[in-house]
């Protein structure tokens, strides 16, 4: 185009007929060759043949993925519509009643060697699960990284899986079942059931879980269970339960930030919402805030017996709170669990120095680069805290 306003001007611009022509070039010609350079710079988005034959084979790969396991034909319970102002629930707890019942999932990823196998499955001091959703692919790489990666640590072995379910359907859900595939391919370490991975459905992966570790990992000493966003000193950790009195995981633990006189969220705009229609009771039995909490293998093992004959609960933290009242088990408080934040003095201390992340065995809500940072700063042998111990003061 700059040709031939150049040609223009230096050779036609002296007569009327050139101005004609010059009109005729900027008002018809100009728009032609835009529209034709955009266009064409369009195609060369295109996939060449070459990126076809990889798209249609990454497709294909795809289409394999999709015939393992169907989702188990678990039908709904219709009686619950029958339940009063069924019809008013929001969809999500209505989905809730409908599949309260099932708790037979296919798993689609296994690791099934986590724990050496069942019978090797006590060499296994302290085994981090991990709850995941199939799209948190960042924080489950930092953690593998930082403190959930396993080790020997003063001579106990520690060992880490994410559990998961599905997201999403069609495309979507494949594309995340094969990022799935890739990650446990390489760590073998996730643990993925085909049910859908909601909020609601946190107690089904729990009691899933149990029921895989009775059968991979059943002797396996001590479990942190919690989220994927917390930041956990596995070292103190560690030193916590090799201090036990019986630190065999043979006798009952359950400790975390404890909730005690609690009861369901009337409220439908909560996230915690639980309406008359899913628990008629107005109290929830003490437990522990499921950001994260330790506890035994004994435990672990009792949860699940009673998870039998105690219907699923949507607040998965509240359920394991009800497997134990059950078992006539008490959670306790741990004094370095920090499930709703540190609550640091003053608005001008900074909230993330690492002085305050020392003593603590785990803090909620972390972003994966704060994870990553962290981990490092609280290993410096140079790092210097003064009086750090004024950090660790009850939330509350
Ligand atoms: C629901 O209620 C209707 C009417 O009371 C009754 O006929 C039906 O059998 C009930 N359905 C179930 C599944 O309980
Ligand atoms: C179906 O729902 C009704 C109403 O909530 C409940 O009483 C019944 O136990 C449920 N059935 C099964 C199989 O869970
Ligand atoms: C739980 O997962 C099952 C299986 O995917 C699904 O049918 C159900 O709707 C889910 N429940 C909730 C509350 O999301
Ligand atoms: C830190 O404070 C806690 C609680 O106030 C106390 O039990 C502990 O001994 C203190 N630790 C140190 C090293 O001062």
């Known amino acids: 185009m700059f040709i031939v306003f150049l040609f223009v001007d230096t050779y036609t611009m002296k007569n009327k007929v050139a101005e004609g022509l010059t009109l005729f070039l900027m008002v018809i010609v100009c728009p032609v060759i835009i529209i034709f350079t955009m266009t064409y710079s369009d195609m060369s988005f295109a996939p060449n043949k070459m990126e076809y034959h990889q798209i249609q084979f990454h497709s294909n790969h795809l289409r394999r993925f999709e015939q393992t396991p169907q989702p188990s034909s678990c039908h709904q319970n219709t009686s619950v519509y029958n339940l009063t102002d069924f019809g008013t629930l929001p969809a ?97 370490d996730i643990l993925q059931w085909d049910f859908d991975d909601s909020f609601y459905n946190l107690t089904l992966k729990q009691v899933l879980f149990l029921e895989w570790m009775e059968r991979k990992c059943p002797h396996v000493r001590f479990l942190l269970n919690g989220d994927d966003d917390i930041f956990a000193n596995t070292f103190n950790m560690i030193e916590y339960l090799q201090g036990l009195e019986e630190n065999d995981g043979s006798k009952h633990l359950f400790t975390g930030f404890l909730f005690v ?89 900074d909230i993330f120095d690492p002085c305050y992340y020392r003593e603590i065995i785990l803090v909620h809500r972390f972003l994966p680069h704060m994870i990553y940072v962290m981990w490092g700063e609280i290993q410096d042998p140079y790092l210097r805290c003064g009086n750090t111990n004024s950090s660790v003061q009850e939330s509350q």
């Open 261 to 349: 006189n609690t009861g369901p969220s009337r409220d439908s705009s909560n996230k915690y919402y639980v309406p008359v229609q899913v628990q008629q009771s107005d109290i929830y039995p003490p437990y522990c805030g499921g950001g994260g909490f330790l506890l035994s293998g004994f435990t672990a093992r009792t949860i699940y017996k009673m998870s039998h004959s105690i219907e699923l609960h949507p607040i998965d933290d509240a359920y394991m709170g009800m497997c134990l009242e059950k078992a006539g088990l008490m959670p306790t408080s741990h004094f370095g669990v920090r499930t709703i934040g540190l609550d640091v003095p003053g608005n001008d201390l």
């Open 92 to 188: 999500h707890v209505k989905n809730f009643l409908l599949y309260r019942h099932c708790r037979t999932f296919p798993l689609l990823l296994d690791a099934p060697d986590k724990c050496g196998g069942p019978r090797h499955s006590a060499d296994v001091f302290l085994l981090l699960v991990i709850k995941s959703s199939p799209q948190n692919y960042e924080r489950r790489e930092v953690l593998r990284k930082t403190w959930a990666e396993e080790k020997l640590h003063n001579g106990v072995l520690i060992r880490r899986i994410f559990i998961t379910g599905t997201t999403g359907s069609g495309f979507e859900k494949r594309r995340l079942n094969r990022l799935l595939k890739d990650e446990n391919d390489h760590n073998e």
